[in-house]
């Protein structure tokens, strides 16, 4: 759905996948989710590309949990909630 989005509306779009695969294996535990560290940089610099997209007025998909994250704590999922405010 996003895919289509962005390219119907010209929308950009982020996950947070995206980001976290910036810090390598040191943002995955041996199981290969992501750590609570990375899911904070991961969720505090895509917040900050959302907020730079919107003021240039596009339509901004922002999409977080990648698949191995589904099982991550409630509390660990609040991060995406707390970082993007």
């Keep these: ?12 779009s982020f996950a947070s996948e995206t980001f976290a695969g910036e810090l390598g294996a040191a943002g ?5 989710d992501l750590t609570a560290q990375a899911m904070v940089y991961a969720y505090s ?13 596009k339509l901004v998909l922002g999409g977080g949990m990648a ?8 509390d660990d999922r609040s991060i995406a909630r707390d970082s993007i405010g």
């Design 1 to 12: 759905m996003a895919r289509h989005a962005v390219g119907r509306w010209r929308a950009v």
């Design 28 to 32: 995955r535990t041996s199981s290969g």
């Design 45 to 57: 610099a895509m917040g900050v590309a959302v907020a730079a997209s919107l003021a240039t007025g």
């Design 67 to 74: 698949p191995g994250d589904a099982g991550a704590a409630v």
